[in-house]
């Protein structure tokens, strides 16, 4: 983007968005992973049940949470980049 340019650089927000978007859905691979693991491990009594109960109760839920707003806010941008575009032409 050139030193005196206002506005957006829209193929680099495009491209940011994309990346947030990417980086979400592994955020969220590595959540549903983790389960899975922690679910096969061989144990059982209350510590499994404490931790299994974190894990589904908030950490979950949280990092979905979080995965979901980062989609949104990717969204967002590549929306702002499309109207920046379309002002721009």
């Not at 679910?39 to 979080?66: Q, T």
Request: hydrophobic share 40%; proline share 2%.
């Amino acid at each position: 983007m050139a030193s005196n340019m206002q506005g957006m650089d829209t193929d680099h927000a495009r491209e940011v968005s994309g990346q947030m978007g990417s980086h979400a859905g592994a955020v969220a691979g590595v959540c549903s992973a983790l389960l899975q693991r922690f679910s096969a491990a061989g144990f059982v009594g209350p510590d499994r049940e404490r931790i299994l109960g974190d894990i589904e109760g908030s950490f979950l839920p949280n990092a979905n949470a979080a995965c979901e707003s980062i989609n949104e806010q990717a969204t967002y941008l590549r929306s702002k980049a499309d109207e920046q575009d379309a002002a721009s032409s």
